[in-house]
């Protein structure tokens, strides 16, 4: 990749003997944490293993059940299948450094796993925004909502939310691959963000870092303003309401949404938009722990319990299978 070492890796732990700068990246995150390494790795891969199970089962459900058949299901879906991309970008890889006390990775493989979570990251927040637009439709302008949120639109939108997502993030990791690493080899996270690893460059990185600002800043800046006004038409549209029943199940399609948006727009901004003085590193990779690997967990939980058509198409699936089952073995 250019000028990028062919050999270079990243570990969680201090690996022994003497590195070399041109082909070693060491990271010691998870230095201290010798007793905690076996809970610790249990806790993250039942996070995942949730994450994967809850996310899946979502899309699972939404293809397979016709009352799920709506343009909010079907960007629900296509938000599952953003959390598995980006849990399992990050996860994985982490679970494998933390069991054997180290592992490795090379330059090119650490930035893969930078344009895959960056992918779904940014896919993610297209998303949140076009399906709080949907909620807007559907209760500011609701004699018009099948008609203009057809399933052509929704195909469009999809594809050119996905689309986005790869080509902004493409474009930050061609002038990341143009970047010059000759040490130091210490990579200080528990995986492949964009801070470290231009941290760990020899290059001017002024131009990249200016590409990105003038990329991301612009880019969640209009997302967040857009959800806010579109939730603040739909708190006036609520209000205007004359029945508490009323008002109850209007504000109940949109709350599901608003508590993820929320959710993930709250880690995000505490992440990468707070001021990092006073704040310690620890803290903020604590932080980013949250936003890669607990936070996509929270989309199917909060749906799940906060649905109404969720839970019952769940409780009829399992009802189902029990049904399969018993039938099965009383034969």
Avoid at 155 to 165: E, P, Y
């Amino acid at each position: 990749m250019g000028v990028i070492p062919e050999s270079a890796f990243i570990s969680p732990d201090v690996i022994k003997g003497e590195p070399n700068n041109n082909q070693w990246i060491h990271s010691s995150w998870f230095l201290g944490l010798h007793s905690s390494r076996i809970p610790l790795f249990i806790v993250l891969l039942l996070t995942y293993g949730a994450t994967l199970a809850g996310n899946l089962l979502i899309i699972i459900l939404v293809s397979t059940t016709s009352n799920l058949h709506s343009p909010m299901y079907f960007f629900l879906s296509n938000l599952s299948i953003c959390d598995v991309a980006f849990t399992t970008s990050i996860a994985p890889i982490m679970l494998h450094v933390i069991l054997n006390s180290g592992g490795t990775i090379s330059v090119s493989g650490c930035i893969i796993q930078f344009y895959a979570f960056g992918v779904a990251s940014v896919t993610g927040c297209l998303l949140l925004t076009v399906m709080s637009y949907d909620r807007y439709l559907a209760i500011c302008k609701p004699l018009h909502y099948s008609t203009t949120m057809n399933s052509s639109l929704c195909f469009h939108i999809i594809g050119w939310c996905w689309a986005l997502g790869f080509m902004i993030s493409l474009i930050i990791v061609i002038l990341m691959s143009n970047l010059y690493f000759c040490g130091p080899n210490v990579i200080d996270h528990f995986f492949c963000d964009f801070a470290p690893i231009v941290k760990l460059s020899c290059s001017d990185t002024s131009i990249l870092e200016m590409a990105v600002f003038s990329i991301a800043t612009p880019e969640t800046l209009v997302e967040i303003l857009f959800i806010i006004y579109t939730y603040v038409c739909i708190a006036i549209s609520i209000h205007k309401i004359s029945s508490d029943s009323g008002r109850q199940k209007a504000f109940s399609t949109c709350s599901s949404h608003l508590a993820v948006v929320c959710t993930y727009y709250g880690t995000l901004i505490a992440v990468y938009v707070s001021p990092s003085r006073g704040q310690s590193s620890s803290a903020k990779k604590i932080l980013s722990l949250l936003y890669t690997v607990v936070t996509p967990l929270f989309n199917p939980i909060i749906y799940s319990l906060k649905n109404q058509e969720m839970r019952t198409s769940i409780r009829k699936r399992m009802d189902k299978h029990i049904l399969e089952i018993t039938n099965l073995l009383s034969h």
